[in-house]
């Protein structure tokens, strides 16, 4: 279902009410049924309580404008390689899409795979089914994520009680006890405890760290496991378990001895932990990876706080004007002789439709600086704050550039306008910007500020 399928879902749902066809719940409870994702792997679904849309942003939904009618949904749509090499030059780490660790985690997979099938087969045999899992279970997650979070949606409330961070460290940790458990409890050793933690482990790990999309407005349906999936992963793990074991058990004498290693108390659990673990962090880490930056900001002294808060914005503000100069955008106003010549009338707008380009003032670069709040909110959280700055001293002599103000009551003005100019980020502390455009300026301009 594309988001034009959708909303005449939509409209065919609110006709049915309006004729008093169903009830309100009914109505509410079809609209949770709809699911659409764009192309970043962002889930949407039809606003039960008005005409709009609402999106998930990991924590809560919220209003938003979804993608153009007619875009196809990509839940299970693998992102391509040229588009995954782009987002990795481009796209700051903390910002990239889910699908881009879901290609990741996957590629993730296949390296880890072909190392460990090398390093097994230098003693005692390949283990072939071990490289298997560590493709598939990251396969597994991608494509069955709508499921998986069906099915951990009831478990939500009681995990909600713990900070998010500490979710974090315990879904890392996570697939080192599962390793101790299932060697120390139920005696699993050589390669079939790695299999056996691949599987358990990376669920295990998934389930603490995953963020699951929930219906709004509604309660969730019963959560149902595939029978499918399940007889999978107990064929996988029948299997493993007839495996025959072999005598030596000290990795340190021969550490190139994986099915050894794999049977020594310690370096057993540590290796097929360390297996689990990475699998699982690459298929989390926009969460993993928020959830650090967010927390690493907020327990930072005010001096590491500084130049946290720099350091970010910085590159945030790199990458916009980055793309903004990608997309033809330049500044016509620098100075005076620019102004004449690229504000020409026809000559401008010509030259403009031939190249494909678009002149910017301050005030369009400030618009376009305001793209700066949504990362950094998904960096910092939603207590940054973005306003605009202006300074005046006639209605010919004027300058504008947008304000940031991070949770710990730092501010900064940032200059699109400039860095386009540069060609690099132009940020200021607010009272130095001021002292900037009075010398600019001339005279005594007035200075006016407000916060959206």
């Not at 599987?199 to 019963?222: C, E, H, N, Q």
């Not at 699109?416 to 132009?426: C, E, M, N, T």
Request: charged share 15%.
């Amino acid at each position: 279902m594309d988001f034009s399928q959708a909303e005449q879902e939509r409209q065919h749902m609110a006709g049915q009410l309006a004729r008093r066809e169903i009830s309100q719940d009914a109505y509410i409870a079809a609209l949770n049924a709809i699911r659409v994702t764009d192309s970043s792997g962002r889930w949407w679904q039809p606003d039960p309580a008005g005409p709009g849309w609402l999106f998930w942003d990991g924590k809560t939904w919220i209003p938003g404008t979804p993608p153009a009618a007619g875009t196809r949904p990509s839940a299970q749509e693998l992102m391509s390689m040229d588009e995954f090499k782009k987002i990795s030059k481009e796209v700051p780490l903390a910002q990239r899409p889910q699908k881009w660790w879901d290609l990741l985690s996957i590629l993730g997979g296949v390296v880890a795979a072909a190392v460990w099938f090398l390093y097994g087969g230098l003693r005692e045999g390949f283990d072939i089914l071990s490289a298997v899992l560590m493709v598939a279970m990251p396969v597994i997650l991608v494509i069955m994520r709508p499921t998986f979070d069906e099915v951990l949606l009831p478990v939500q409330p009681t995990r909600k009680q713990f900070p998010r961070l500490m979710l974090v460290v315990i879904g890392i940790l996570s697939p080192f006890l599962t390793a101790w458990i299932l060697y120390n409890i139920f005696h699993i050793s050589q390669y079939p405890l790695m299999q056996a933690n691949i599987v358990v482990g990376t669920l295990v790990s998934y389930a603490i760290v995953r963020d699951p999309a929930p219906k709004a407005g509604g309660p969730a349906r019963p959560p149902s496991v595939p029978a499918a999936g399940i007889c999978i992963m107990i064929c996988l793990l029948v299997f493993s378990s007839f495996i025959a074991p072999v005598v030596a058990d000290d990795c340190t004498r021969d550490p190139l001895n994986a099915q050894d290693c794999l049977r020594t108390p310690g370096f057993a659990e540590i290796m097929a932990g360390i297996a689990a673990a990475i699998l699982a962090g690459l298929v989390n880490g926009p969460t993993i990876l928020q959830t650090l930056l967010q927390n690493a900001a907020s327990g930072a002294s005010p001096a590491a706080q500084a130049v946290i808060n720099q350091t970010i914005l910085t590159a945030d503000l790199q990458n916009l004007i980055t793309k903004l100069a990608a997309e033809g955008k330049y500044v016509s106003n620098a100075t005076l002789s620019q102004k004449a010549w690229y504000n020409f009338p026809v000559k401008a707008q010509l030259s403009d439709w031939l190249t494909s380009s678009e002149r910017l003032h301050c005030e369009e670069a400030a618009k376009y600086g305001e793209q700066l709040l949504k990362n950094l909110q998904s960096q910092f959280g939603k207590n940054v704050k973005m306003g605009q700055i202006f300074i005046e001293r006639n209605p010919l002599m004027n300058h504008t550039a947008n304000v940031v103000q991070f949770p710990n009551g730092e501010k900064y003005v940032v200059d699109v306008w400039r860095s386009l100019i540069d060609g690099k980020p132009a940020i200021y502390k607010h009272a130095d910007w001021i002292k900037v455009w009075n010398a600019e300026l001339g005279g005594t301009p007035s200075v006016n500020e407000l916060m959206f």
